[in-house]
C-alpha cells in the first residue's frame, strides 16, 4: 500500500502528491478489472458475478470498449492501436455462445462440467491478464514501460493480493500462467501499440495492427489458454470428444462470427475452422486463428461501419445483469 504523510494547513483545496510504486499500479488495474465483472453490493463492495455467460459477455464488451477507445484513459484519435481487442470481443462473445449452446449445458447437467469450467476459467484468467496490460497503458502510459516487467500477482498490494487469492480458479490458474508475468509476446505488443500511435501512412499503421494482432494473439494462446486449459487431460479429453464420430454431429459448430449474434447467414461475417483442426494443439489452433484474423482484418477494412456497429452493440452489455 502507498501512504503519503502531509501537514494540515489552512490552504483550501491544498494537495501533496501520492507517488505509488509499480505494485500499487498493477493492484489498482487489477480491481479494475475484477469490478467490470462484479455487482455492488455496498460501498466499496461488489459480488463477482456468477454466470459464466455474462462473463463473457461483460469481457466482450470490455474489448469492444479498448478498440472503441471508449474506456479511461481512450483516445478516440488513436482508435485502432488495440487491434486485437476488436477479434477478442467477438472471440468472447463466441465463448458466451459456446456457454449457451444445449450441448454444453447438456454435458454439464448429465456428463460433466469439465468443458463448461474450462472456457469459464480459460476466458476469466486470459481476461484478467489482457485487459490489464490495456487497462495500465490507457490510464497510465508515462511509466507502463518501466513498470511492464513488474507485474506479479504475488507482489500487489496485500488487499488485492487477498482478493486474487479469492477468485475463481485461482490457486489453480496463476501458476500455471506464471502469476500474469509479462511476455515477449506482450512487450513486442505493446511496442508496435507505440509505433501506430506515430505512424503517418496508411499503410504502416495496417502493418502495425496486423502485427500488434498476431503478437497478441499468440500470447493469448500460447502463454495463457494452452497451459491453462489445453495442456488438461480432462479439459482436452472432452474437446477431442467433439470430434469421435457420431459426437461431432451434436457439438456446436466451431466458427468465429463477426457479429453481436451468435449466428449469421453471411458467410463472409464468419470464420468456419478446418475440419483438420485440433483445437488441442497450439499450432493447429494458431493455424485457424491466423485464417480468422486475415478474414476479420479484411472486414475491418472492406465493412468498418458495419464491424464497428457490432463492436458498439457489444461495448454496451458491460452491466448486464447476472443470471
Known amino acids: ?21 509499480c505494485n500499487t499500479m498493477w493492484s489498482i488495474v487489477q480491481q479494475m478489472a475484477t469490478a467490470r465483472l462484479s455487482d ?7 459480488r463477482l458475478i456468477k454466470s459464466y455467460a455474462v462473463r463473457a459477455r461483460r469481457i466482450a464488451g470490455t474489448y ?18 488495440f487491434y486485437w481487442m476488436a477479434l477478442g470481443a467477438f472471440a468472447s462473445k463466441t465463448v458466451a455462445c459456446t456457454l449457451e449452446a444445449w450441448q454444453v449445458r447438456a454435458q454439464a ?10 472456457l469459464g476459467m480459460g476466458n ?26 513488474s507485474r506479479n500477482t504475488k507482489s500487489y498490494v496485500p488487499a488485492v493480493k487477498a482478493q486474487v487469492a479469492k477468485l475463481p480458479w485461482s490457486q489453480e490458474a496463476l501458476p500455471k500462467i506464471k502469476y500474469l508475468k509479462v511476455s515477449t509476446e506482450i512487450q513486442a505488443a505493446f511496442r508496435k501499440v507505440k509505433e501506430y500511435e506515430s505512424a503517418d501512412t496508411r499503410k504502416a499503421k495496417e502493418n502495425l495492427q496486423m502485427g500488434h494482432l498476431l503478437d497478441v494473439a499468440n500470447h493469448e494462446q ?34 468465429l462470427v463477426f457479429s453481436h449474434a451468435c449466428n449469421t447467414e453471411e458467410s463472409d ?12 494443439s497450439f499450432s493447429s489452433r494458431m493455424a485457424w486463428i491466423k485464417s480468422a484474423a486475415g478474414q476479420f482484418d479484411k472486414l475491418m477494412r ?4 458495419y464491424m464497428e456497429a457490432q463492436l458498439l452493440t457489444m461495448a454496451g452489455w458491460v452491466n448486464l445483469p447476472d443470471q
Open 1 to 21: 500500500m502507498t501512504v503519503v504523510e502531509a501537514k494540515t494547513n489552512e490552504k483550501e483545496q491544498s494537495c501533496v502528491d501520492a507517488v505509488c510504486d
Open 40 to 46: 455492488q453490493t455496498g460501498s466499496f463492495k461488489g
Open 64 to 81: 469492444a470498449r479498448f478498440y472503441l477507445e471508449m474506456e479511461s484513459g481512450g483516445r478516440p484519435d488513436k482508435k485502432g492501436r
Open 109 to 118: 447437467f448429465w456428463i460433466s462440467e469439465k468443458t463448461k469450467n474450462g
Open 124 to 149: 476469466f484468467w486470459l481476461y484478467c491478464d489482457i485487459s490489464g496490460w490495456h487497462w495500465y497503458y490507457s490510464l497510465y502510459s508515462s511509466s507502463f514501460t518501466q513498470c511492464l516487467s
Open 222 to 255: 500460447g502463454v495463457i489458454l494452452q497451459p491453462l486449459i489445453y495442456d488438461d487431460e480432462d479439459f482436452s479429453f472432452w474437446v477431442k470428444a467433439q470430434r469421435f464420430p457420431g459426437v461431432s454431429s451434436i457439438s456446436p459448430d466451431l466458427e
Open 269 to 280: 461475417h464468419k470464420s468456419l475452422a478446418p475440419s483438420e483442426t485440433k483445437l488441442e
Open 302 to 305: 472492406k465493412k468498418q461501419p
